[in-house]
Structure formats: C-alpha cells, structure tokens
C-alpha cells in the first residue's frame, strides 16, 4: 500500500528557531501519527491524531510540539523552539484503513532535523 | 507501561540461510497486536509482518515467518532463504488494541546478510 510523503527530506535549523514538518497522504486518511527516531536509537511515539484531534500523545510531546491539519490535506508537526536534543529523524506514519485503533501503520520516508 | 525487549543487537547469517531475530515484551493487556518493521540504511520504515494476539495461527509472509508465544510473550521473526537486500535493522513493535493507537518499539536488531 501507498504510504506517505514527507517534506522536506531534510531540514537544517538554528538553536530556537520554529521548523514545520509536512505529511502529505497519498489518499484521504483518518488517522495519522508522528515519531521520532535519534540517530542510534529506537522509534519513540509522539503523537496520533484522528479525525482533526489529537487521540494520544507521549511524554515527549510537550508544550513546545504542536500538530494540525490545516488544509484538510497535509498533516503538520510544529516544533516552536528547536534544541539541540530534537535533532533526529521524523517519521509520519497512516493508518492502513482508518477504520479503527488496529490499523496497521505505514510510515513515511522522514524528515531529517539537524538543529546547530 | 508495555516494554519490548531485543535481546541481540547484532546478528549475522550467511546468504540463503535462515536466522532468528528474538522478540520480547511485557504487558498485562489480553488484545493486541505485535509487528517487525525492517530499517534499510536509507532509514525508511517498512512493515515486515503483523501478528495478532487473538490468533493462535503464527502470520507468514513469504520468507518471513513469526514464533508467536502468546504465555511467554514472545515474537520472534523467522527469515529463511536470506538474501543480500534483508540486511537492515529489525524493530518489534507492541500495539494495544484499545488504546491511542501509538506503536511501542523494541531498540532493534542489526542484521548483516553476507555472501
């Protein structure tokens, strides 16, 4: 099955400043989640949205992570004020059906995030 | 919280052999499913095979097949006939069924394939 796509590729920032994150479905999709990965480590969850809401978040995601649709289309991450310690790979990732909670999720190709 | 554990951080298997990656995870949940996903070095997240918890009958996928001990709660991943394109790393995933639909990951397996 078609998965998604992320933009960008990969995206260098400055310490503090705000990066936005694309993920654009193939097709009309209900759910869609965000993780991260840093380089070396496992996948952590950070977010799943559903139907325009935000249906569970990690620990992780903490105030300075925002996540919208505002397009009804293109399904954004926002981080506000970039650390060093956010530098990692972004996955987006959709569930097959949209169905329901056991969808099985398909992941985009990432966004890297370098913050100097 | 559910954990999932990957004992062998690194594995190696010669080219049409099979190999072992062992899986596993702790929970007191009775539905859920459990996944591989495969990481190539181009870091893409691609889905191997899903198992889920309420089946008795272990999920197959051409050469990949699962161990699934549902009382041990394990979930291994069985490659047989490895080829050159299976290196990558190998993560496990749990799923509640009932939850926020988020996916816990194991730390991974790396796997080499050799000729």
């Known amino acids: 099955e078609p998965e998604v796509t992320q933009t960008p590729s990969h995206q260098v920032t400055q310490m503090g400043q705000e990066v936005i994150l694309r993920c654009v479905p193939i097709s009309n999709h209900l759910y869609f989640y965000w993780y991260r990965q840093i380089l070396g480590q496992k996948v952590e969850f950070l977010v799943s949205f559903y139907n325009n809401e935000i249906s569970e978040k990690s620990e992780i995601f903490d105030d300075q992570f925002s996540v919208e649709r505002p397009d009804g289309s293109n399904f954004t991450l926002k981080i506000r004020s970039t650390k060093l310690e956010d530098s990692a790979m972004y996955f987006c990732?959709?569930?097959?059906?949209?169905?329901?909670?056991?969808?099985?999720?398909?992941f985009g190709p990432g966004t890297r995030l370098t913050v100097l | 919280a559910q954990t999932v554990t990957q004992s062998q951080p690194e594995m190696s298997v010669q080219e049409a052999e099979t190999v072992t990656l062992s899986c596993t995870y702790d929970t007191s949940e009775s539905n859920y499913y459990l996944f591989w996903y495969k990481q190539p070095p181009s870091r893409q997240m691609i889905l191997v095979i899903r198992q889920e918890a309420y089946k008795q009958q272990n999920a197959t996928e051409n050469r990949f097949s699962v161990n699934f001990q549902k009382a041990a709660k394990s979930f291994s991943l069985k490659i047989s006939d490895s080829q050159l394109g299976d290196t990558a790393m190998y993560f496990c995933a749990f799923m509640r069924a009932n939850s926020g639909y988020a996916l816990n990951f194991g730390k991974g397996t790396s796997l080499l394939v050799t000729p």
């Open positions: 990732a959709r569930g097959s059906s949209g169905r329901g909670v056991t969808d099985t999720q398909y």
